[in-house]
């Protein structure tokens, strides 16, 4: 009785069979994460701030923030990353009672009510706007301005 066993021969056409399934299952697994790859938005080294124009004493002034990012040449929505800083600062005396509407920011310091400034922080990352409402602005002239990424965005309160 011989110690090994004889060699087994695989036919070819399972060989071929075996390649053929296995080629779309392996160009899907590649093509996957490049896929999930390309749907990321960059992350925002720039910042679009717009901000209520001109509101009027006593009223309630909002700024809306959008990460972008720009190669150079183009810019598009980026994704504002969480602890991301935003700075409004009070200008000629400005002031507002308080603050609301926060979505996408929480509050990290500072005192409107008292001239600012008043900083807050991007809660989560996102590529959506993030917004803040300041409550009962004063006085005419005043000025209240938003700083982030490079961006500003200024509400210059009037009559």
Known sequence: MPDTLPARQVPRRA?????AWSLPVIAAAVATPLAAASETAPVANYAEVTATANPKVGTNPNFK??????????????????GTLVTFTFANGATAASYSGLSGLSFVSGDPAAGG???FQVTASTTAQVKVTFNNVAPVGGAI????LGGTGTATITA
């Open 145 to 148: 301005t938003a700083e982030v």
């Open 15 to 19: 060989i071929v069979k075996g390649a």
């Open 65 to 82: 923030i959008q990460g972008q990012y720009t190669d150079g040449a183009n810019y598009v929505d980026g994704s504002l990353k969480a």
């Open 117 to 119: 400034p008043a900083i």
